[in-house]
């Protein structure tokens, strides 16, 4: 059987930005060769085992984090650390827009379009090519309740904001 992730919105930091957030939060005296040795993040105990690692308490134990990982923050406030590759083919910029099921939006769009298609020769049409107004053009017509359809997901944020594009 397989599985899909469901659409969640995780927070991630690098290396350096863990580095960073522990120099802020270190006590003095507790600060070598300008990395933090122990300090706390979301609660979460992070120390130093070279200067290019820090063990990281997950669910499943300690864990590596070295240079070039990701430090995630799950949905109940776990971290783990991510290879950076895994990260990259895994997620994507929650700022590009609200996390959606786009693909199946788009998908759904699609095959409106293409059951219009399928029915074109049942419907009477204007004959052009063009979207006509004539209200009694059953194609036109319908092509513009699909165009709505698609229209509607993207102001309910099912889709971000983008036009559609229609190839014959």
Known sequence: MKFRKKPVVIEAITFDELVAYGLQA????????????????????????????????TDE?????????????????EIYPCKIDVFEKTY????????????????????????????AGMLKGCGSDELCQDPECDQCMAFRLCHRYYEAMNRAGLVRPATPTVTE
């Open 61 to 77: 134990g300690t864990m590596k984090m070295q240079r070039g990982d990701m430090l995630l923050t799950g949905v109940v406030g």
């Open 92 to 119: 994507e910029s929650a700022a590009a827009g609200p996390v959606t099921n786009e693909g199946a939006a788009v998908k759904a769009a699609i095959d409106c379009a293409e059951w219009l298609g399928c029915i």
């Open 26 to 57: 270190a006590t003095k005296g507790n600060v070598h060769n300008g990395v933090p040795w122990v300090f706390n993040y979301n609660g979460h105990p992070i120390t130093h085992e070279s200067d290019d690692c820090y063990l990281i308490p």
